[in-house]
């Protein structure tokens, strides 16, 4: 990958256990920086196996779960001990911590279980997806860096990489589509681009990066691969095929329940170490910090992320299978007729289905939202809402919602018709009384010329 520049405090997730008081002098002052550079997990295993060999944080009397670190500043025995911290001699990987918008020990163990599930050495909670995003690629990139991005991105960063970067620090942005793997190369300008960025599976039209020839692509030319992979926790495992950097808006699927906003950055300890850096670093000094009681809440539902995904998947199978047999237009990886069918097959980690997101294009907004408010109101189907992975499906029209920062040709070219309906499918209820809401407001709304008859 391209160079990261190394900084104070140099940790990793050794998988160690809390050491205990005698951390407190130091060996011999000699600080074990690089030692502590272990792999959190190996490179190929199964994300819900890496979780359960991750480290188990006990509450500080015993309890099953861990305590939470309630405290925004901590306390030294000696005056000397200070300084060492400061001078990033001893950190959090010794149990040393400064103050909570540094380094959290609540916020990092759920960084370590980040870190596990997207198998990378390193990683560090943020308060929001935006801001995990914003943040790594401000760390990444000085003013006057390029960057090239897929085309087909969350309206959000979509609007930070075309807008807010030229003009508040001269970060400027090609847009791509990468299944086109001549445009890639063709984009990148060697030495000013820093970064290649895309979503795993894009939002909202469900196209998947093939993350191994992007990263081929990207590191031939010394660029770092930053992935979003928000739309396919578990699913996908973009670190594991070759990207240096994922991100997340935890706020989503890892979440689930639609009630807290946040994020994360996993990638190397090296920068992870530069975002925390006292001088240089994005997230130390812009300071999207998470809070630790937030922390914990999240870190007590990582544990089932690998059940609710599988049932997510299973549901969105089922019910693609289903509309495409009623004639319906749907766009769902797991369907054969889907560009990207074999190229999620062959990443995707076992067992864990094609994603929770399907789209239906009804060709026109009116139709849409015809559809939608029938499946709302009428049959109890779902809410019209944005954002995804919720318990309850959720559904909203993207090109007038989560992507309307884009222009018209800008939606044009990322696919998004104006009729294209988002849904992210929930697993409340069972399969079969969900599926007759589902069509109990079809046929509802049926008119003529709704159904592509086959
Ligand atoms: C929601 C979302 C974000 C932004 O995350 P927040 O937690 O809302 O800041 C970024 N990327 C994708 C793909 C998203 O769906």
Redesign the pocket.
Known sequence: MAEIKSSHGAFAFSGKKRSGPEDNDGDDGVVAKKSLLIPAVAIGEDPAAALASARHEFGEHGGVNMSIEASATFTVMEPETMRRMFSGELGPDRDFFIYSRHFNPTVLNLARQMAALEGTEAAYCTA??????SSVLLQLCSSGGHVVASRA??G??HALLTHFFPRACNITTSFVDVRDYEAVRNAIVEGKTKVLYF?SVS?PTLTVANVPELSRIAHDKGVTVVV?N??APMVLSPARLGADVV?H????FISGGADI???AVCGPASLVNSMMDLHQGALMLLGPTMNAKVAFELSERIPHLSVRMKEHCHRAMVYATRMKKLGLKVIYPGLEDHPDHGLLKSMGNKEYGFGGLLCLDMETEDRANRLMNHLQNYSQFGFMAV??GYYETLMSCSGSS?SSEMNAEEKALAGISPGLVRMSIGYIGTLEQKWAQFEKALSRIQGPGLLNKN
């Open positions: 929001s997806g935006m801001s995990a995003i991105l969350y959000g960063t979503e939002n979003d928000t739309f991100v808006s935890i706020s989503k906003i946040a994020g954002s995804l989560t």
